[in-house]
């Protein structure tokens, strides 16, 4: 559903992802892993528009999608979460979830002004579509909570649920477990599973190798901005390169 | 999405039915021009928490719009036009012109947005300062008509010459204004205003385009604006450069961070209360901006949501007291 | 002919306040990321001080601008203190407010001292000239030389001693800075000393030539910002550059143009500037 051609992204100079060449099958989890500073998050950015790449496209069930701006791009159905937890921590719950579904409505500034017919069913819509993501993110009895009473587990939750809330077709995951203690990355990780199986197609990046090799069913492995090895859980397991990358990275580290 | 608490809206309703039988206690006609003065200001000070308190963007060319409406319908009704077509098309002007400079405004952020909107304020200023045919130069415009008379069949005409019948008028718009305030901001719609102010990449992330959510933001909160430099100049009778001035600019935004952004009484409070103050401490002279330029200081750095803002918080820590009590 | 000589000089003249009040202030914007929009009102005051010295206290002209640095110098310190420090962490809308309320202060203060109307140093210097044709008085030669003067102690300061290339390592890169256990607190009082210093020689410098009033804060306030924007935040080159070229774009357009309209090119400029490049000319991201 998702292409990848020949994209590249510099940064004064600075190389950060090489004619990199991918794709997104519908349906499947696709992990994106590599050691610190290979570029994930760039590849990211590049896919939703937060950057503009170098050179190279992006297509979305064929049609090119390269330099569209964030918003454009979450209305051809490609929804992100961010690193570091991204909310809107001044707001309730809802009111957090109810801006994730703005763009699916029709709910603008005169049909607001004037309450025009059909506004009504519009608000009920988004506030019901709003409710239903809370229940499925079991979230519901916190609808009206501010989100600093929340705990961290939760907050990564709706920080995936404020994407996930326009239905998109493709959901980007920047480490929604980062900073998580065990049984919370495997809650989560349960959570996205779920996801996928309601039938969104997910593409995850990871540090927490166990929990990506039981989830992804393919991997891509970036080091230095380009891809070394793609491939299931297992082959990517006894890539002699993957591991090369890996320890190298430690050893840096 | 939640109703308010019924003891909320029944203050609501007190203090509506003060406003309305506010004449009634005719107070002397100083004081009641003071009041009607605060209600216009109310009006261009919840236009301008639109933008700044809302949406985020701190807009300083709000007296330059305020004078868009005021030169407007000074010169329209001058020129025999009546009232009631200047002053919704004073504001529509004030609304375009918002429009015009907004975009390339609007490309820029945080403090360049203030330092922008800043300079187009002086620009406008020092326009008005100087175009003589059109502005009257520093001296402005004199003998401003009154509102044009409204007809009531068999009962003759509602005259606007009354300080009561000028109350009133300025009332209606202050209520019309608070209304629209409350549909647009209280809604899915205004929920993108916040999420700009409170988020900007995650709400380009979510779908929203902060672009165009801020320029009509700003738009909106500039026809606002015209609207209450319009109806200041018909109840005055008289229009100088002052009103587009940047201290005008100033004294809107002492006003909304005295009352509190972000909430809709916070402007009313601040509109009326500070005006009210200021006169009070009228024989301090000079002092008077030195006190308020202090209070402005103090109110940001431990009071960053304003005296409403304050008091919610306040109720706030009181109710979790009691749930903790129980 | 002379009358475009004569125009160029004023601009220079002109030129030089700018370039030491822009100056200024990209020191504390460049380090502090704070806009202190009030900088054009330390700058009035400082003139208002050298008057005070000179004709409250019967001192000399050179005594008073010593004192008068050593005043605002000290008041910028507090000023950095009580308003801006503890709004560091804050939205930046918050600081441009508090910074407002500070502009209100300075300029309610002066109102309180000394009136609103205009006032004027005694002029130390008032011998004329003609030069080319130019007409030319010592104390307008001492605008232009005093500025250059400064710019070069203050840049063999920023760039020979060890304190002033600490400030500029802290206006390029302040958690770079941190990080190298520079106290950037300390420096951050110490940058805004010298900036409200400066901002009081400029004013007194000029101060014999042009009446000062309390208003006239505002107006060069947002002048500077200007420059300092355009020129980019923490430029030093970059405010003095702007500074002469806005005295000398002024004085041109004054001249030719519009005497009235004078004021409105900075401004204008600048909303032109910005549509074509939001960040501004040497866009550094902002803070």
């Known amino acids: 559903m998702l292409a990848v051609k020949y994209l590249s992204k510099q940064f004064e100079g600075l190389v950060a992802v090489k004619e990199l060449n991918f794709d997104i099958q519908e349906g499947e989890i696709l992990a994106i892993i590599g050691p610190n500073g290979a570029g994930k998050s760039t590849v990211f950015n590049l896919l939703t528009g937060t950057l503009k790449p170098t050179a190279g496209k992006v297509f979305i069930h064929d049609e090119d999608i390269t330099g569209l701006k964030p918003y454009q791009i979450v209305k051809k159905g490609v929804a992100r979460t961010f690193q570091t937890t991204s909310l809107f921590d001044q707001l309730r719950v809802i009111d957090n979830m109810l801006i994730g579904c703005k763009w699916r409505t029709r709910l603008g500034f005169w049909n607001t002004l004037f309450h025009t017919p059909g506004w009504k069913s519009q608000h009920d819509q988004a506030v019901q579509s709003a409710l239903e993501t809370l229940d499925f993110l079991g979230l519901a009895d916190k609808a009206l909570a501010f989100i600093p009473t929340l705990s961290q587990e939760e907050q990564k939750r709706l920080a995936i649920g404020v994407a996930l809330v326009s239905k998109p077709k493709l959901l980007l995951l920047d480490e929604p477990t980062g900073g998580l203690i065990r049984e919370e990355t495997e809650r989560i990780a349960q959570f996205i599973k779920s996801v996928r199986e309601q039938g969104t197609t997910v593409c995850i990046i990871e540090h927490k190798m166990q929990m990506i090799m039981g989830m992804a069913d393919r991997i891509l492995v970036l080091n230095y901005g380009q891809k070394i090895a793609e491939g299931s859980p297992d082959d990517i397991k006894s890539n002699q390169a993957v591991i090369e990358a890996y320890l190298g990275g430690e050893a840096h580290a | 999405m939640i109703t308010k608490p019924i003891h909320t809206k029944l203050l609501y309703g007190f203090i509506l039915l003060a406003a309305l039988l506010l004449p009634l206690y005719a107070p002397d006609p100083y004081m009641f021009q003071v009041i009607i003065m605060s209600l216009i200001f109310a009006i261009a000070v919840l236009a301008m928490n639109l933008i700044i308190g809302f949406t985020g963007q701190a807009s300083l060319a709000h007296a330059a719009f305020f004078g868009f409406g005021a030169y407007g319908v000074a010169i329209m009704t001058k020129a025999g036009i009546s009232f009631w077509l200047a002053l919704p098309a004073a504001a529509s002007i004030s609304a375009l012109l918002g429009l015009v400079i907004g975009p390339p405004a609007l490309r820029t952020r945080g403090s360049y947005f203030a330092i922008v909107t800043l300079a187009f304020g002086v620009i406008v200023w020092i326009v008005a300062g100087n175009w003589v045919q059109v502005t009257g130069g520093h001296n402005g415009i004199f003998g401003i008509p009154r509102p044009t008379p409204i007809p009531i069949p068999f009962l003759g005409e509602i005259e606007f010459f009354e300080q009561t019948a000028q109350y009133y008028l300025v009332l209606a718009f202050l209520l019309l204004t608070l209304f629209i305030m409350h549909r647009l901001v209280y809604s899915v719609f205004g929920l993108t205003f916040m999420a700009i102010r409170n988020n900007e990449p995650l709400a380009d992330a979510v779908g929203i385009n902060t672009f165009t959510t801020k320029l009509i933001a700003f738009v909106t909160a500039n026809f606002f604006a015209g609207l209450a430099g319009g109806l200041y100049v018909a109840i005055i009778g008289a229009v100088s450069p002052s009103v587009a001035s940047h201290m005008l600019t100033f004294n809107f935004l002492i006003f909304l961070i005295l009352g509190g952004m972000a909430t809709l009484t916070g402007p009313v409070v601040g509109a009326f209360a500070i005006p009210i103050l200021m006169e009070w401490l009228q024989e301090l002279g000079h002092f008077r901006m030195l006190f308020f330029g202090v209070l402005l200081i103090v109110t940001i750095i431990y009071f960053p949501r304003g005296l409403v803002g304050g008091i919610r918080q306040l109720n706030q820590k009181i109710a979790d007291w009691r749930q903790t009590k129980s | ?287």
Do not use: C
């Not at chain 3, 400082?46 to 004192?67: A, D, Q, R, V």
């Not at chain 3, 710019?151 to 760039?159: D, E, N, Q, R, Y």
């Not at chain 3, 300390?186 to 000029?206: D, K, P, Q, Y």
């Open chain 3, 1 to 287: 002919m002379e009358l475009f000589l004569q125009q160029v000089f004023n601009g220079i003249m002109f030129g030089s306040t700018y370039a030491i009040v822009a100056l200024g202030l990209t020191l504390v914007m460049g380090i502090l990321h704070i806009p202190n929009f009030a900088h054009g009102h330390l700058y009035m005051l400082g003139g208002y001080i050298t008057y005070f010295f000179i004709t409250s206290l019967g001192l000399g002209y050179w005594p008073s601008l010593l004192l008068s640095i050593i005043v605002l110098g000290i008041l910028g310190v507090i000023m950095e203190a009580i308003v801006y420090r503890p709004l560091h962490d804050q939205p930046h809308i918050n600081a441009f407010i508090a910074a407002v309320g500070a502009l209100l202060v300075l300029e309610a203060m002066a109102e309180v001292i000394w009136g609103p109307q205009g006032l004027r140093i005694p002029n130390p210097y008032p011998h004329t000239f003609q030069f080319l044709g130019i007409i030319m008085s010592v104390q307008r030669l001492l605008v232009i030389i005093g500025a250059v003067v400064l710019i070069v102690l203050l840049h063999l300061f920023l760039k020979k001693t060890l304190t002033g290339t600490t400030i500029e390592a802290v206006a390029q890169n302040r958690e770079g800075a941190m990080l190298n256990g520079i106290n950037v607190n300390r420096v951050s009082a110490l940058t805004f000393f010298i900036s409200s210093g400066t901002a009081a020689v400029a004013a007194s410098f000029i101060s014999p030539i042009f009446v000062i009033s309390p208003a006239m804060g505002a107006i060069i306030g947002m002048k500077a910002f200007i420059i300092v924007i355009l020129g980019g935040m923490g430029s030093i080159p970059g405010a003095i550059i702007g500074g002469y070229f806005l005295g000398l774009i002024e004085s041109l357009g004054g001249g030719y143009v519009s005497a009235a309209y004078k004021d409105v090119i900075a401004f204008g400029a600048l909303i032109v500037i910005f549509s074509f490049k939001p960040t501004g000319l040497f866009g550094k991201k902002e803070g």
